[in-house]
């Protein structure tokens, strides 16, 4: 996470749970929580807000500022792919100078549980799982990679990116 006093924009925060405990543990960090989903922001604030947290029911392209740090946190899944490329354009308008995009993502193969989760328990008409080597070449594209790996964590694999600008300017 960014240091003390960064921002932070957390994409697809759903009732803001991850939001609420980094905040938490870093009052001096500003996070922004958004989502689409108005009935997931109005239980975010209800249950997780914070005075350095804040959330908002509105698309990535619709936000404002800059950010030290934006999250997907299982967010590429549920969006469907024609819409990647823009998602990942507006994080890279949205970075500070320094700033980076983290992702973590699950990984399409093995990934027969957390379909079952999605599909059945969460409901979700449709999902897009990706392996990593997938999602890592789209961010490629609009990103410079600094890092990617995959582990396996209970009950089947994730995989994380981290990118940021390769000149370390803004737009």
């Given at each position: 996470m960014p240091n003390a006093g960064g921002r932070v924009l957390d994409v697809g925060?759903?009732?803001?749970?991850?939001?609420?405990?980094?905040?938490?543990?870093?009052?001096?960090?500003?996070?922004?929580?958004?989502?689409i989903s108005e009935d997931s922001i109005a239980r975010a604030r209800e249950h997780h807000a914070l005075p350095n947290v804040t959330f908002a029911a509105k698309s990535l392209q619709a936000v404002d500022g800059e950010f030290d740090c934006v999250l997907f946190v299982d967010?590429?899944?549920?969006?469907?792919?024609?819409?990647?490329?823009?998602?990942?354009?507006?994080?890279?308008?949205?970075?500070?100078?320094?700033?980076?995009?983290?992702?973590?993502?699950?990984?399409?193969?093995?990934?027969?549980?957390?379909?079952?989760?999605?599909?059945?328990?969460?409901?979700?008409?449709?999902?897009?799982?990706?392996?990593?080597?997938?999602?890592?070449?789209?961010?490629r594209r609009h990103l410079h990679v600094r890092s990617s790996e995959a582990k396996w964590r209970f009950p089947f694999p994730h995989y994380y990116i981290t990118a940021g600008r390769e000149d370390g300017t803004s737009p």
């Open positions: 925060c759903g009732i803001g749970v991850l939001d609420y405990a980094i905040g938490r543990d870093n009052p001096d960090l500003r996070i922004v929580g958004i989502d967010v590429f899944h549920h969006v469907p792919p024609s819409e990647h490329e823009g998602l990942l354009r507006a994080a890279r308008e949205r970075l500070s100078p320094k700033g980076y995009v983290l992702i973590k993502e699950i990984e399409r193969r093995r990934g027969a549980i957390s379909l079952f989760f999605d599909r059945v328990i969460s409901r979700c008409p449709e999902v897009w799982l990706m392996n990593r080597e997938e999602l890592e070449g789209l961010v």
